[in-house]
């Protein structure tokens, strides 16, 4: 009996006891299912987390300085002096210095409003640019102007579009709105990337509580080189600290490369535990072959007495197993994608999150591949039991 003969009978076999087939292929279905999602479901992280980096820099080096004890500190002309002696590593440095100061426009608060002291680098550092009026250049920093640039939302939101040249207050302290930032979110809101504001570090370090600089963001020329920079940069500050715990150097790249090995490996395990199901649906799938070897046992001698060879028994039954159970993996894909497209939606809507759960070719071929590959490895028994089966006793069979 030839392959396509094999096939053509099993789809006859299958299509004769729909219900039955329907409840056999469920196992295969609800596991090939799970396993797209969960899997859509990770990839769909991990470009959100790659997204989100990318926002802040995967190039980039942030340095926090604790000092030892009250009597140590590093200054920004150190840092400036590491940053021209790497040069061929390092390409900018920005001194940072955030302020829990709350602004002020007129007698209205600003509670959720971030204020940063940054150098002038720091906007082509992060990709900023400026919409209206400049940004904070080396002037400002040296002179220590009371000048800043504001986000796109405090711009709308509280000067109707007209905000350089007026100004706002930082605690009790005034500055004069030199520039405003183009719009970085596609929605601005209270809290989000557009409600900021930028004044020169200089400034920023005179007006926090420690008078110092403990925070420096160092971008690199080549985002390979992130490991090697980071050793630089902590060997430097060995020789003034000579103590590990006086800094820490966080490189976004190899943080990204965390994040992400820590969601395959979730994703993984979660896969794992749903294709579970799969050895369920092949559990069943076999039981069911069984079943059906039991009907056709009558069948069965009569093709062995007309002269078919045990090979062809076999494959008779190991192909309808395949069958069976691929048909269920390609209804588990066709329903993975469609709950992938549901869960993006709810996702979106309930968490404002732009994630979206996207299935990769390779879960899919995967899937197929699993599910055949379930269907010969669960239908082996029953054709084994089918094909040695004595005609004589076959034929006997009520």
Known sequence: MRFFESFELALKNIWGSK??????MLGIIIGVTAVIVIVGLGNGMEKYMT?????MGTNTLTVSIKGRGSSRSVSEKQMYALLDKYSEYFDQLSPTVSLSYTAKVGTESLDSTTTTGVSEAYFNMKGYTVSQGRGIQY?????????CVIGAYINQTYYNGNAVGQTIKVGAYKFTIIGVMSQEADDMEEGGTDDCIYIPYSVAARLS?????SSYVFTLRDEDQAETGKTLIENELYQIFNDDDAYTVTSMSELLDTMTSMINMVITILAAIAAISLVVG??????????????RTREIGIRKALGAKERYIMQQFVIEAATTSALGGIFGILLGYVLSTVATVVITN???TALTVSPSANSILLAVGVSVGIGVIFGYLPAKKAARLNPIDALHYE
């Not at 509580?209 to 600089?213: D, K, Q």
């Not at 092949?282 to 070897?293: A, D, E, K, P």
């Open 19 to 24: 219900m039955r087939t329907f409840l056999t």
């Open 51 to 55: 997204d989100s980096f990318a926002e």
């Open 139 to 147: 002037v400002d920093v040296s002179g220590r102007k009371d000048v």
């Open 209 to 213: 509580y420690t008078g110092t600089i």
């Open 282 to 295: 092949g559990i069943g799938i076999m039981n069911i072959m069984l079943v059906s070897v039991t009907e």
């Open 350 to 352: 309930l968490t404002s």
